[in-house]
């Protein structure tokens, strides 16, 4: 008789591979949160219209141009369309699939297995919301200051505007929302903003 066969040591999966070479996803709500957070920075230039009279006789004017503010503020609205487009795109992390779709907002209840396609995504997107998130509240800020100053003198409608945005994303948290629609009215609010953030820009008061 011959001798048995020697079991052979098993292979490490290759990226690819399926299931074999997934791991549990961080937590998708840590991407989305931020990503509506920056679109609430923008929608705070809707208190402007009420706190923003009670401004100092000496008002302080930005470092920067209003104009070149407003550009930069309409172009994070556009990068954080893009930002929940991509979170639209891959549904398997961020919009929810199975059980996950319909969870409420909360952190720890979504942890798919991810391949490594899919966390490289999932990184990529952490970086690009950190970045849209300082480069909003810095611009909403510089916006605001505007506003206070003079530079921009918007009728009300405008603020209004600002304000339902606002309490779009209020109502976002107070419902504890699914993650999947946490992502679609996400994107439906950048939209909006950058709507009004482009109005804005008929308002600027051109220096004498």
């Known amino acids: 008789m011959g001798r048995p066969p020697r079991p052979q040591a098993p292979t490490r999966p290759r990226d690819g591979d399926g299931e074999a070479d997934t791991r549990i996803a961080p937590d998708p ?3 989305v949160l931020p990503a ?6 923008i929608a705070s230039i809707a208190a402007v219209n009420w706190v923003g009279q009670e401004r100092t006789p000496d008002g302080t004017r930005g470092r920067r141009k209003v104009g070149f ?5 309409e172009s994070c609205c556009l990068g954080l369309q893009e930002v929940f487009k991509r979170l639209n795109r891959n549904p398997r992390l961020f ?10 907002l909360k952190f720890g209840v979504h942890g798919p297995r991810i391949d490594a396609g899919l966390a490289r995504i999932y990184h990529q997107l952490m970086n690009d919301v950190a970045s849209m ?7 909403a800020f510089d916006v605001m200051c505007a506003v206070e100053d003079g530079e921009i003198v918007a009728p009300e409608p405008i603020y209004f505007g600002f304000g339902e945005q606002q309490e779009r994303l209020n109502k976002l948290v107070q419902e504890r929302a699914s993650l999947k629609t946490l992502v679609t009215s996400g994107l439906e609010i950048a939209d909006a903003l950058q709507v009004l953030v482009a109005e804005f820009r008929k308002y600027k008061v051109e220096a004498s």
């Open 29 to 31: 709500l840590a991407v």
């Open 36 to 41: 509506l957070s920056a679109l609430a920075a």
């Open 69 to 73: 503010v407003l550009r930069d503020l």
């Open 95 to 104: 919009a929810g699939e199975g059980a996950a779709a319909a969870s409420p």
């Open 133 to 139: 998130l300082v480069l909003a509240s810095q611009n």
